[in-house]
């Protein structure tokens, strides 16, 4: 039977990707020796659930007992500090397109809202995934991206998540006379060229979700 501390350990790794104790160590911001106190004990410190929940966004009671959601959400800290954002199925493409368009919201990922604030309007964020090779190295298979949904003007050089009649992509792009060219950072890939008609383009905020400041 797994112990008290086990349980916490396990949930933290879920959630936060962690692999082993001196990764919870640095996370924390203890020391090690701290760490395998704590397990000998079979503790968990409040403040490092307090860390967490402040740092991170996740919830201490969730964190101690599997109580309530994982994540906080906006007005469940007392400041107002996290704002939660959803994860959406829509997958972007960063090869040669992606048909899952499914938009339908799978998980909330919480951010601080300051962070949120200064790259663009928080409240009309999603995260997606990204897969294929056309943007690497910046933006590498299996990324997820923080997409700004209110910011569509077109700036040269600048990263779009794009969507063309069923097909969403993730490209910088370029606006010429009668048309839309889609470039990749991936010089493999040749520039994709489409009439201007309907499209929808949205900036990328940050091209993976734990680029947010914690």
Same mark, same amino acid.
């Given at each position: 039977?797994?112990?008290?501390?086990?349980?916490?350990?396990?949930?933290?790794?879920?959630?936060?990707?962690?692999?082993?104790?001196?990764?919870?160590?640095?996370?924390?911001?203890?020391?090690?020796?701290?760490?395998?106190?704590?397990?000998?004990?079979?503790?968990?410190?409040?403040?490092?659930?307090?860390?967490?929940?402040?740092?991170?966004?996740?919830?201490?009671?969730?964190?101690?007992?599997?109580?309530? $959601?994982?994540?906080?959400?906006?007005?469940?800290?007392?400041?107002?500090?996290?704002?939660?954002?959803?994860?959406?199925?829509?997958?972007?493409?960063?090869?040669?397109?992606?048909?899952?368009?499914? @938009?339908?919201?799978?998980?909330?990922?919480?951010?601080?809202?300051?962070?949120?604030?200064?790259?663009?309007?928080?409240?009309?964020?999603?995260?997606?995934?990204?897969?294929?090779?056309?943007?690497?190295?910046?933006?590498?298979?299996?990324?997820?991206?923080?997409?700004?949904?209110?910011?569509?003007?077109?700036?040269?050089?600048?990263?779009?998540?794009?969507?063309?009649?069923?097909?969403?992509?993730?490209?910088?792009?370029?606006?010429?006379?009668?048309?839309?060219?889609?470039?990749?950072?991936?010089?493999?890939?040749?520039?994709?060229?489409? $009439?201007?008609?309907?499209?929808?383009?949205?900036?990328?905020?940050?091209?993976?979700?734990?680029?947010?400041? @914690?």
């Amino acid at each position: 039977m797994d112990t008290h501390f086990q349980v916490f350990f396990a949930r933290v790794s879920n959630a936060l990707g962690i692999k082993n104790l001196s990764e919870l160590a640095t996370l924390l911001g203890v020391n090690r020796s701290s760490i395998t106190q704590a397990r000998k004990n079979n503790s968990v410190p409040a403040n490092w659930l307090l860390a967490l929940m402040r740092n991170h966004g996740l919830n201490p009671d969730w964190l101690e007992g599997g109580n309530g $959601p994982k994540w906080l959400k906006p007005g469940d800290t007392d400041d107002g500090e996290f704002f939660s954002v959803p994860k959406v199925q829509a997958r972007l493409c960063a090869g040669a397109g992606s048909f899952e368009v499914e @938009s339908r919201i799978e998980d909330h990922y919480s951010f601080k809202t300051a962070w949120l604030q200064s790259k663009g309007a928080k409240d009309r964020m999603v995260l997606m995934d990204v897969f294929g090779n056309s943007m690497a190295p910046e933006i590498k298979d299996g990324d997820t991206v923080l997409i700004d949904q209110s910011q569509t003007a077109i700036i040269a050089g600048t990263v779009y998540a794009v969507g063309v009649e069923d097909t969403i992509m993730v490209k910088r792009i370029e606006k010429h006379p009668r048309k839309l060219v889609m470039l990749s950072d991936n010089k493999e890939y040749a520039p994709i060229f489409y $009439p201007m008609r309907k499209w929808i383009a949205c900036v990328l905020s940050e091209r993976s979700y734990g680029y947010a400041e @914690s």
